[in-house]
């Protein structure tokens, strides 16, 4: 958890807009299914929402370029821990990011708890915060989320 924040390969504030006809997205987006029934998924007047968890890094920005480039109307969630000074760094690219983006961005503070496993502790706390059903992105190694 000591890590200090780096924004993935190639991403700026001013990254472009993600959209399905790009062709990496296009391939991408062919694998993986949004599916509208889903809990973290809602409708208004016919149009889809999607809740993300983002936390600016690959995995995460990568689940909010695909969600973007549904075209659904797209929420992100951001959780500072507050256990590092770059949290705040991280927040701010992540809420310019999807300022840019055209998503609305959401920042949830938490309190950590006092004990053993830190990771897990964090990992409570996002969760006791994020919306029900919230998708999050990991890579395929990833065991604990």
């Given at each position: ?6 924004r993935?390969p190639g991403?700026?504030?001013?990254a472009?807009?993600p ?8 391939a991408l987006?062919e ?8 809990q973290?998924?809602t ?7 999607l ?17 973007v480039?549904t ?9 500072d821990h507050?256990?590092r ?6 927040a ?6 999807c300022?840019h ?7 949830h ?18 969760r ?5 059903g919230?998708?999050t992105?990991h890579?395929?190694?990833?065991q604990a989320?």
């Open positions: 958890m000591n890590q200090k924040f780096a993935p991403f700026s504030r001013d472009p807009t959209v399905a006809g790009e062709p990496r997205l296009a987006l694998r993986c299914t949004f599916d509208p029934n889903a973290g998924t409708h208004d007047a016919g149009e889809v929402h809740e993300v968890a983002f936390s600016g890094g690959a995995d995460s920005t990568a689940l909010l370029a695909l969600a480039a075209g659904a109307r797209v929420r992100a969630h951001h959780v507050g256990l000074v770059e949290s705040v760094e991280e701010s690219f992540v809420e310019s990011l300022a983006w055209g998503v609305e961005f959401v920042c503070s938490v309190s950590v708890a006092d004990g053993a496993d830190l990771e897990r502790r964090c990992r409570d706390a996002r006791s915060v994020l919306p029900r919230c998708l992105g890579t395929a190694d990833d989320e």
